[in-house]
């Protein structure tokens, strides 16, 4: 799996992912706006999923003591040169490494206030889940908070139908599999909800991050900056509400460490 991961993620741009329409913004600053609401000031973070370091970057500027890893070598060059571009302003991303959030790394247990998987859950099977659970709350100091992102299988069903249902086979074969295209895995929410439960983990808050997949079209095409605003602040106000969750594609959930 590690393998194809990484080929497809050689292939595809993280960086603008996030920033390509207002449609894909909803995630970003849904994300960032809980991340502050959760987050203590002054933090020691482990972004374990970390990309090309959108959020590590931004949760250092923001005062935290931030390390990054990513299961992609290229991201992980991309976020080193970031950081040697401006060395002063990313100085509170203290630790830039190639990591797999399944495996053991070099910080020892309970080191970290908060720790980030934001992305794993997209291409693991239920059994690698435990295992990559199980590695976050090693680095995670009790009471501490960790936060998961995963996507929707029910919201992104959808995104597959082909016109006129033509498709029907592999949509069903594919929803029985919980994968519609590799490398992607998809869970329901509250399978996310029973894994939480399994290792003793209090839920703080269980959101979607973006919303119904079908916003991403042409109904924020000509938006303009306010109205979007005005619907950022309506998407806050519903986002955890069980229905929005069990139709958005991307969840996120904010778990805390009891034990």
Not at 23 to 28: F, R, V
Not at 104 to 123: E, I, R, T
Not at 213 to 237: N, Q, S, T
Not at 243 to 254: D, K, P, Q, T
Request: net charge negative; proline share 4%.
């Amino acid at each position: 799996m590690s393998k194809s991961v990484i080929e497809y993620y050689n292939a595809y741009d993280e960086e603008a992912r996030l920033f390509r329409d207002y449609g894909h913004q909803i995630e970003w600053w849904t994300t960032l706006h809980y991340f502050r609401k959760v987050i203590p000031p002054g933090s020691r973070i482990f972004d374990g999923c970390a990309g090309t370091g959108r959020y590590a970057f931004r949760l250092a500027a923001e005062g935290h003591s931030v390390a990054a890893s990513d299961l992609v070598p290229f991201y992980v060059e991309k976020m080193l040169e970031k950081q040697e571009k401006n060395p002063e302003k990313n100085s509170a991303l203290k630790d830039i490494f190639v990591g797999d959030i399944c495996e053991p790394n070099h910080y020892g247990d309970g080191y970290f206030d908060v720790v980030l998987c934001m992305g794993a859950f997209y291409h693991l099977r239920e059994s690698m889940r435990d295992r990559a659970l199980e590695q976050c709350l090693r680095l995670l100091k009790r009471d501490g908070i960790l936060a998961v992102s995963y996507i929707n299988l029910i919201g992104a069903l959808p995104l597959y139908l082909a016109p006129g249902l033509k498709n029907m086979e592999e949509i069903a074969e594919g929803y029985e599999r919980r994968c519609f295209e590799e490398p992607f895995v998809y869970m329901l929410p509250e399978e996310m909800e029973e894994l939480a439960a399994r290792h003793g983990l209090k839920i703080l808050h269980h959101l979607t991050s973006d919303g119904n997949p079908y916003l991403r079209g042409e109904i924020f095409a000509e938006a303009k900056e306010k109205d979007f605003e005005k619907y950022m602040e309506l998407h806050l106000k519903i986002c955890e509400n069980r229905n929005a969750v069990g139709s958005g594609l991307h969840g996120l959930i904010f778990l805390v460490k009891t034990w």
